[in-house]
């Protein structure tokens, strides 16, 4: 427990590389979640759109 | 050559890229984090700050690399006109900043620990924060025209005047005196230990696969939309 | 085909004439690009009592003398030297042999006064062992020929 706690502390360095890591994290999965979304946005859209374009051309 | 410019065919290659691209870039993250974070001993001056360097090196060669990226199929654009290496641009230029503001905030929490102070106006660090600031433009100008083709030709425009940033980026540190280190990696080869290569190594590898699976992604998204407008304009010629 | 052909040339040479003219601009004004002057490079120019400017340099073995609050060395960069005094907070990589760079004005007595000193770090990096190792096989040449001895010594950096 005690070398856990001495590990997190980054010999006095906690406050740089944690950060940095957390950025990292943060950064990473933030582009890879606004890129599924909008792929799936689109994709919904898109659906939505050939759908209406059927029912416009039925009626 | 150009039969890469067909759409259909070009998604086709990328979409069979996208599950090893998924793949490689989740394995090389999986192996190199532990390797950073746990393994990898600490720097005989830096101590623990060099850990930092995993995120900060990749993030910066990512940033360089993406928007070389940007300005070659930009160019490819404006003189053969093909709309895919257009959105290739487009895709990437949000990446790419992502990774460049990354390069400059692991820099920073670098920098006020090691050198004694967050940020300074040396040449490397200038220029990077003006290749985050072409980012910025780049994605800004193609949304703020009209003429959706407009806007195009003027993004592209700009990538490719940017890109003479991208030497000054690299060489700043060898041209002129700068606060920042010059590169590890020269013509003698590497100047980190085996022991820190192996983690900075893999984690450019994850850097460089996860931006081509995003990519991918993004790339799906930009053509739906594409469809969607010519879906849209036919519509409204229908009526 | 003509037109894409045009297109390119005129992209080629826009290219060509944009990072030529920025070549020229860079070099133009490199004086204010240069983050710092080695004491080689401030003795060649005249310098105005009050102006403030960087120097940066090694800190040379044994010059470091701490008063007080106040702190004197002296930074070289092979060729010439110069002492500065410097009243504050050193970074964390300072100490003698370190690249520094001291951000202040030069002083009536030709001793250079800081109000601020950065510790600049080279582009070597290894762990403790393998320093040591360095040291004691006489391998250690620090500041950037470390790079070097370390590639040269295989056996001792591999672990």
Redesign the interface.
């Known amino acids: 427990m005690e070398n856990l706690a001495q590990y997190f502390q980054m010999g006095g360095y906690a406050a740089f590389v944690w950060p940095a890591y957390g950025l990292g994290l943060i950064g990473l999965v933030g582009v890879l979640w606004l890129s599924l979304k909008s792929w799936k946005d689109a994709e919904q859209e898109f659906s939505g759109l050939k759908s209406s374009r059927d029912d416009g051309a039925s009626s | 050559m150009h039969k890469f410019a067909n759409p259909t065919f070009f998604m086709k290659i990328a979409n069979g890229i996208f599950p090893w691209a998924t793949g490689i870039s989740i394995l090389c993250f999986a192996v190199g984090l532990p390797l950073a974070?746990?393994i990898s001993?600490?720097?005989?001056?830096?101590?623990?700050?060099?850990?930092?360097?995993y995120?900060?090196v990749p993030?910066a060669w990512m940033g360089l690399m993406v928007y070389g990226v940007m300005a070659a199929s930009s160019?490819v654009f404006?003189?053969?006109r093909h709309t895919i290496a257009h959105l290739v641009a487009r895709a990437s230029a949000?990446?790419g900043a992502?990774?460049t503001?990354?390069c400059l905030?692991?820099g920073m929490?670098?920098g006020?620990?090691?050198?004694?102070?967050w940020w300074?106006?040396?040449?490397r660090l200038t220029s990077m924060l003006i290749l985050f600031f072409l980012y910025l433009g780049y994605i800004a100008l193609g949304d703020s025209f009209e003429d959706q083709e407009r806007g195009d030709k003027a993004a592209a425009l700009l990538a490719?005047?940017g890109?003479?940033n991208l030497?000054?980026v690299h060489f700043s540190v060898e041209?002129?005196?700068?606060?920042h280190?010059?590169?590890?990696f020269g013509l003698?080869?590497f100047?980190?230990?085996?022991?820190?290569l192996q983690p900075l190594l893999l984690m450019v590898a994850a850097f460089q696969f996860?931006y081509i699976a995003?990519l991918v992604?993004?790339l799906?998204?930009e053509l739906?939309?594409a469809?969607?407008r010519t879906?849209?304009f036919n519509?409204a010629a229908?009526e | 085909m003509t037109r894409k052909r045009r297109r390119l040339y005129f992209v080629g040479l826009g290219l060509l004439g944009l990072f030529s003219a920025t070549a020229l601009m860079l070099t133009a004004v490199e004086d204010n690009i240069v983050f710092f002057f080695s004491p080689t490079e401030l003795k060649a120019r005249t310098v105005a009592p009050e102006q403030r400017m960087r120097v940066g340099g090694l800190v040379e073995e044994g010059s470091v003398n701490k008063s007080g609050g106040t702190v004197r060395f002296t930074v070289t960069d092979t060729v010439e030297s110069l002492t500065i005094q410097y009243n504050g907070i050193l970074p964390d990589l300072f100490r003698e042999g370190q690249g520094i760079v001291a951000e202040g004005r030069m002083g009536r007595d030709g001793v250079f006064l800081a109000n601020d000193v950065l510790a600049k770090h080279d582009e070597t990096y290894m762990p403790p062992e393998v320093a040591d190792a360095l040291k004691k096989s006489g391998n250690w040449h620090p500041e950037g020929a470390t790079a070097q001895a370390a590639e040269a010594k295989p056996a001792t950096t591999s672990n």
């Open positions: 974070l746990i001993p600490p720097d005989y001056q830096q101590g623990d700050t060099v850990r930092i360097m995120v900060h993030a160019a404006l003189i053969w949000p990446i992502v990774f503001a990354l905030v692991t929490l670098w006020e620990p090691m050198w004694g102070t300074v106006w040396d040449a490719l005047v890109s003479v030497p000054i041209w002129w005196n700068t606060l280190q010059p590169a590890i003698k080869g100047s980190v230990n085996a022991a820190m996860y995003v992604i993004r799906r998204a739906l939309s469809k969607i879906a849209r519509l229908a």
